[in-house]
């Protein structure tokens, strides 16, 4: 029996090789590839005896392609790298790296080669394990993933539609993600459509918007028949709207500096590309009427409802709106008679510190922890892999290669076309596409789409949430799954929930850690932590001290400001019950009915798209 090999570190060299660059006159370099980044050093003319910009990180890597010279003399093979390295100012720039695989004698041992290098590379962008003995060929990456895109050109201040086509196309054609792109055209269009696909030609839906279309998204998947299966479709979000909360918990999961606007969709866009995915907590709201709908985010009441709603009026802002709404409605602040009720959790968040500095109610209960600090019906038909809508496609193919329709001026992940124009000289011949796999198993054109539900994540079990018991109530519903730890809305409370009935500025109920992408409201808050986040802020607070709570509640340290109004508990349901007879009640920032509301966490019901995954492992 074999020894098992030794770990893999980030440091542990994969491979390593001499290679040429493009033009054929520049220099020649020295690469190493790691588990984490890829190593350039200059060889000649002159060797660098301190390297400048040779080190590349994956996190920074949207895909690479194969290519061949058109000149029939050139033996060479050429792997050409996309990279969206931060600029001096903080934001992201593209960048194509392209070397030469010329040390054999003939394109074809070349061509292995660079298929060698580009297929590591792939599978270390994908999470997926290499082979122990270094026989690394094309047939190790599956066939690609197939997405579809749900755009909401009205988004970011009518942005969307323009930063899709010029930085979401071509990053995940980069990726070689095979994809659909699809242009809603109204309020609960996307709704709809994930209500009548067929889920199993997908491996992924995501939409390019603000929250509100996932939220749209997620409560037509648990609106299906078969919501079971549906709810585990995996989802993701590129931020192209106002708030884009979500898309801020997903940047700072990934490990990206806080980021706003495009910089943040293009540090999404990235982790997208690396196709990392985790359990999605989602809460189950129970409306006034009886209605129920789904969260992933926030149920707000008071201070937050109001501006989310009233500052609608200045869309055109972008998220700008939410600083012009908060100042306009901290001139005219208001208080509202409620009582909140919650069961607290038993269990404490995986990483959150208890701290000393927030003051609790009298009935509250002691298991309130406080955060520290924010760590550093019929519709047309869907063509699988080939976008519906028109775009340059001359600039920028909609699909990948074994689409099921042809696509003009094809290239492997969009690379061909431009690296001729950013890298060609004089003399020099143009590149052409040279795909990993000509014909990739499983691909659209040839194979029947396999189960979606084939490789996803199970729901954990160790949130600290009691199982449902085989009688209870609403069990067999066939949209969701049933609240077992609510009684119905109205009844009086089981034992052992806290109460708390007052005068409140705002009342909070949050999710994952982010109210915008610049507000970390729960700062310990994970995708799938088993726990929803309870914020408030009692009558008597100052709007001095109010706007210092928000000011500060952009790096996550609001709860260490030492405001008496301030209360956090974590729990796994709650009950609000407004007793002022107006007002604005919000759920993922779309206003519902307004009146008593309940709500209860499912743990890892959902499925995120979060990038990047863990380090590959090595096959015994």
Not at 49 to 70: M, Y
Not at 103 to 116: F, I, L
Not at 459 to 482: E, F, K, L, Q, Y
Not at 586 to 608: C, I, K, N, R, S
Request: charged share 15%; with cysteine.
């Amino acid at each position: 029996m074999a020894p098992p090999l030794p770990p893999l570190t980030a440091s542990t060299p994969l491979l390593h090789g001499e290679f040429g660059s493009y033009p054929a006159r520049g220099p020649r370099f020295a690469l190493t590839l790691t588990p984490q980044a890829l190593h350039i050093q200059r060889l000649r003319p002159k060797p660098e005896a301190r390297p400048r910009g040779g080190l590349v990180p994956l996190a920074e890597v949207s895909g690479c392609c194969t290519l061949r010279s058109c000149s029939p003399s050139d033996s060479a093979a050429y792997l050409s790298i996309y990279t969206y390295p931060r600029g001096r100012r903080g934001g992201r720039r593209r960048a194509t790296r392209t070397f030469r695989a010329d040390r054999a004698a003939t394109y074809e041992e070349n061509r292995a080669e660079a298929q060698r290098w580009a297929t590591a590379l792939m599978c270390l962008l994908r999470g997926l394990p290499l082979p122990g003995d270094g026989e690394i060929t094309p047939e190790l990456l599956p066939r690609a993933p197939r997405l579809l895109l749900l755009v909401n050109p009205f988004g970011g201040r009518g942005l969307a539609w323009q930063w899709c086509q010029n930085h979401v196309v071509p990053m995940i054609s980069e990726a070689g993600l095979s994809f659909n792109l699809i242009q809603t055209e109204r309020q609960n269009h996307a709704r709809e459509l994930v209500q009548g696909i067929s889920l199993s030609e997908w491996d992924g839906i995501i939409t390019i918007s603000g929250d509100g279309l996932l939220y749209e998204v997620l409560n037509g998947l648990l609106e299906r028949p078969d919501w079971e299966e549906a709810v585990k479709m995996p989802v993701g979000i590129l931020p192209c709207g106002s708030g884009n909360a979500l898309a801020g918990a997903v940047n700072l999961h990934g490990g990206f500096e806080p980021a706003v606007g495009l910089d943040l969709l293009l540090n999404c866009s990235l982790l997208l590309c690396h196709s990392g995915r985790r359990p999605l907590d989602l809460l189950s709201v129970t409306l006034a009427s009886g209605t129920r709908c789904f969260s992933f985010l926030s149920v707000a009441w008071g201070f937050v409802s109001d501006v989310d709603i009233q500052s609608e009026r200045f869309r055109a802002l972008g998220s700008a709106r939410f600083t012009l709404g908060t100042v306009l409605r901290l001139a005219t602040l208001h208080t509202y008679r409620g009582r909140l009720s919650y069961l607290p959790a038993t269990l404490e968040p995986a990483s959150a510190t208890p701290t000393h500095g927030l003051p609790r109610a009298k009935s509250e209960l002691t298991l309130a922890l406080a955060p520290g600090p924010v760590p550093p019906l019929a519709h047309s038909p869907l063509h699988r892999s080939v976008s519906d809508l028109p775009l340059p496609l001359s600039q920028y193919p909609l699909g990948s290669p074994g689409s099921p329709e042809p696509l003009p001026n094809p290239s492997l992940n969009g690379g061909g076309p431009e690296v001729v124009r950013d890298w060609a000289g004089a003399g020099d011949a143009p590149l052409s596409p040279d795909p990993l796999l000509p014909s990739p198993p499983g691909s659209p054109g040839e194979a029947l789409p396999s189960s979606i539900t084939e490789g996803s994540l199970k729901i954990p079990t160790s949130s600290g949430v009691p199982p449902p018991p085989a009688d209870a109530p609403g069990a067999n519903s066939t949209c969701g799954p049933s609240d077992h730890l609510l009684p119905p809305l109205g009844a009086p409370l089981p034992p052992g929930w806290v109460t708390l009935e007052e005068d409140f500025v705002l009342i909070l109920a949050i999710s994952p850690s982010h109210l915008g992408a610049d507000l970390v409201a729960a700062p310990h808050a994970r995708f799938d932590d088993g726990l929803v986040h309870l914020c408030w802020v009692r009558g008597g607070i100052s709007r001095a001290m109010l706007l210092r709570l928000f000011l500060a509640m952009e790096h996550g340290s609001h709860f260490n400001v030492g405001c008496p109004q301030l209360g956090y508990a974590v729990a796994h349901a709650f009950r609000l019950e407004p007793l002022t007879p107006r007002g604005v009640l919000t759920v993922d920032g779309e206003q519902v009915e307004y009146g008593p509301v309940q709500a209860q966490l499912h743990p890892g019901l959902g499925t995120l798209l979060t990038g990047p995954p863990g380090c590959p492992r090595r096959k015994p």
